[in-house]
Each structure stands twice: as C-alpha cells, then as structure tokens.
C-alpha cells in the first residue's frame, strides 16, 4: 500500500512490541523496539518444547557479559551504577523513553578491542529491523559520535543472578535486565530488551 499521510502498524505479543510510523511511503519511526524471552535459558524444568540448553536473545545476554567482564578496576568503577539490578527497563510502558543524562563509561574510554565489542551488541539490536533502517540507525550513531556513547552496568556480572545494562547514545536508548525468575522458578531467567528513539518514539518529537 502506498501511504500519502502518516500511518502506523504495530506487532504486539506477550514478549514482541514492533512499531512502525509511515509517511508518504517512507517509515520515518521503528521504535519502541522491545523483545523478552522467558524462559531465556531452556532447563529440564522448563518444558518449553525447545531443546535443554537452548538460549534465546543470547548475543545480547553475552555480549554484556563479556564487555563488563572485559573492563579493568577502574573502568569498573565508572561503568557499574549499582550493585544491584533494577526490576524492570525504565519507562516500561510509557510512549517515551527516559531523558536522564547518560551514566556509565563513554565508549571513548574503552579499548578498541572493548569497543568492538560494544559496536557487536549495539548491531545486535540495530539489525532487528530490515536493513535500510538498521543502517540510517548506525550512522546517526556515527554521526552523533561513537566516543560519546555510554555503557552502563548494574548487578551481578554472571548467569543466575539479576543483571542489567543500558548503552545510551544522542540518538538512541537500549536497556537489557534480567532479574525475574522463569516460569519454573529459575532465579534472573527473564529478559526484558528495548532500543528506543532518544528524539522521541513513534515519530513523536520529545519536548
């Protein structure tokens, strides 16, 4: 269908939120972006018809694993903003994402090997949509500065125990936690993840 004036779709499930604003036969907005997975590890308890072992949303789980784990004392201590994790993303819900300044360590900060890992988990998010729009996502990015981007971690740095991070640019917001148990009662077990519009969701401008 070609659109002259603005339209919009949205997919929604229990664990899937995907948002798509058009225009004159452009999409001009695909955020909010939220996917969760419960059970994000696949034990004997679960019985979720996939295979024991089986992990979903995994990149974006090791991924943070790895470049928190990666990080020395110092850069530890810039990065991790609470001992604990929160219970839930911020804003959950809300049509527009939290404006609070960035937290954490800049990516200018880090090695070029820890940087390479941020750039993998940010494409993990960015790449979830078709890849004209994943690419005018990176180079707003690029364009606002990678340097300035902000990695921020709270929790515990390995599986089984609460986790949560947010990487925070001009153009963009993304958070990850894992805190909630699974349905069988497996401890942080639970993904909750978004990317949102730091311009402001639904093609809505933030005042």
């Known amino acids: 269908t070609n659109y002259v004036c603005l339209g919009g779709l949205s997919v929604e499930g229990h664990h899937l939120s995907l948002n798509f604003v058009v225009e004159d036969n452009k999409v001009i907005s695909v955020t909010p972006q939220f996917f969760g997975a419960n059970p ?10 996939f295979e024991v072992g089986t992990r979903i949303l995994a990149k974006e789980e090791q991924l943070g694993f790895d470049l928190v ?3 020395d004392d110092a850069q530890q201590k810039q990065a991790v903003i609470a001992e604990k994790a929160p219970e839930e993303i911020r804003a959950a819900g809300e049509t527009q994402p939290p404006k609070d300044a960035p937290v954490g360590i800049p990516a200018g900060k880090l090695t070029s090997e820890q940087q390479k890992v941020l750039r993998e988990l940010i494409d993990e998010y960015a790449t979830a949509v078709p890849a004209k729009i994943s690419a005018q996502r990176l180079a707003a990015m690029e364009e606002a500065g990678f340097d300035g981007v902000h990695f921020a971690w709270a929790g515990a740095t390995e599986p089984g125990i609460g986790h949560y991070y947010r990487i925070q640019g001009e153009t963009f917001l993304i958070e990850f936690v894992n805190t909630q148990p699974d349905v069988a009662g497996n401890p942080a077990n639970h993904i909750h993840c978004v990317w949102r519009d730091m311009h402001g969701d639904f093609a809505i401008p933030i005042e």
């Open 69 to 71: 784990n990666s990080l």
């Open 40 to 49: 994000a590890l696949v034990k004997n308890e679960n019985k979720s018809g």
